[in-house]
Every structure is written in C-alpha cells, then in structure tokens.
C-alpha cells in the first residue's frame, strides 16, 4: 500500500489505500519510513496519495478494543521515524497534499521541503477530540508555521482550509485541482533534482543541524504518554463502536 516508483534521480512515494482515504497502518508506516530511508543515489522524493485524499492519518481501526492500545503507539513511533527519514534525506523532499491532510497525513508535511495543495483541501488535527495528542508533530509544525499557529492547531480540533494553510506556511503553492497538485509536485521534484548535487546536499544537511530533531523523542513520548483511559474510553465509544 506504499508505492515507491525511481525515475532517473527521482523518487516517487505513493500512499495508495484509496478505499480507505490512504489511512495509515503500523505496516504501512514501516514502509513509508524505509522508501526515505533507503533513497540511495536519489537526488529529489515526492510523496503523494492516491485517491481523492492525501492522507486521512492513521487506521484507527487497527488493533480495535485493545485496552493498551498497542497500534496506536506503534502507529504513533511510525510516524515519528518516518518524519525522522524525511528529515534526514540529504535530498529535497517535495509532498502533494491533495484533498486532506488529516492528523498523522497532516504531521507528515512536517517532514516536507515543499508542500503543495489544492483548493479543497483541509488541514488539522480532529483526534485531539480523541484524547490523542498530536505533540509527536509539533517540533517540525512549529518550524513551519510559527509558535501561534503551531499552538492553534494543535490544540484546536477544527480543520483549516488551504488559503489558511498558505497564509500561516504550512503550504507553500496552492492549485487548482488535486491533478494539477500531483503533476506539479513531481515537476517540483524533478526541477530540484537538476540543481548542484553537491551544493544541494551540503545545504539541506545545513538546514537539518538548525532544526530542533534532538525534540523529536520527547514529542513522541508525550503523544505515547498521553494515550490511558479516556483515550481508550473515547476511541471505544466514537470509533470502534460505530
């Protein structure tokens, strides 16, 4: 359900659990960290999702009525390795945020050098309604966006629409169509794979020392220490039980 495509120095990510609005699993996570770990020679990524969303965050279904809520943690240290990856990639990472980017789909723009959407798309973290923290994500949300609006999102559980997203940075080019999104993202790429390897590297690891990674494993840990009852409680009642 992760789909890695190579085209020349290009890689191309894709989410591609369509029926399921590309909701993300612990095996997929799996997945998705090792296609931005294992880059190789790769000199531009792009991740995408198939379908009429991007990504609408985790299955939370997975592992359902489990009292210690096992795949929600594997879940949530999934998504910090894989934004961890991204980060790391001595290449330029673009991601095509069509649609939604819901929760963990949202978190993952964190991992982004350039986030592009289009018109339609919705932006937030709505499981804060249930008693999951979305903190594992504020260390690289708060770079994006700034502490005001970092503290907004993630305490808020509504959705922002894409002129809010640009206007705050939390994208960087808004379009027209979810196609014009997928298109342009690889050009995006591919534009960027074409500049001075050396020089491009040398600047993105440049970029990586000035950012708060060292905060990553304390963000994680408070998501995994916020999860106990209620949240249980909460995903029981409004998730699992419907």
Not at 73 to 83: F, K
Not at 89 to 104: Q, S
Request: with cysteine; aromatic share 4%; glycine share 10%.
């Amino acid at each position: 359900m992760i789909r890695v495509e190579d085209e020349g120095d290009v890689r191309c990510i894709t989410i591609a659990r369509p029926d399921k609005r590309n909701a993300l699993t612990t095996d997929m996570l799996a997945s998705l960290g090792a296609a931005f770990e294992k880059t190789g020679s790769m000199r531009a990524c792009v991740l995408l999702g198939e379908g009429p969303v991007f990504c609408a965050g985790f299955d939370l279904h997975e592992g359902a009525h489990d009292e210690r809520m096992s795949a929600l943690r594997d879940q949530l240290r999934g998504l910090s390795r894989t934004i961890l990856a991204m980060r790391s990639l001595p290449c330029p990472v673009v991601v095509g945020a069509h649609g939604a980017a819901i929760a963990g789909g949202c978190a993952l723009l964190g991992g982004a050098d350039l986030v592009l959407a289009d018109r339609g798309a919705r932006f937030g973290y709505p499981v804060v309604r249930l008693g999951i923290s979305p903190a594992i994500t504020a260390p690289f949300l708060r770079q994006r966006v700034g502490d005001g609006a970092a503290r907004a999102m993630l305490l808020d559980p509504g959705l922002i629409d894409a002129e809010g997203a640009l206007r705050i940075g939390l994208v960087d080019e808004v379009l027209d169509s979810a196609e014009q999104v997928r298109h342009a993202a690889v050009a995006r790429a591919c534009a960027l794979a074409g500049k001075p390897g050396v020089a491009e590297a040398q600047t993105r690891r440049w970029c990586s020392v000035l950012e708060p990674v060292e905060q990553a494993g304390e963000a994680l840990q408070v998501s995994l220490d916020a999860i106990g009852r209620e949240t249980f409680e909460r995903m029981n009642r409004e998730v699992w039980s419907r």
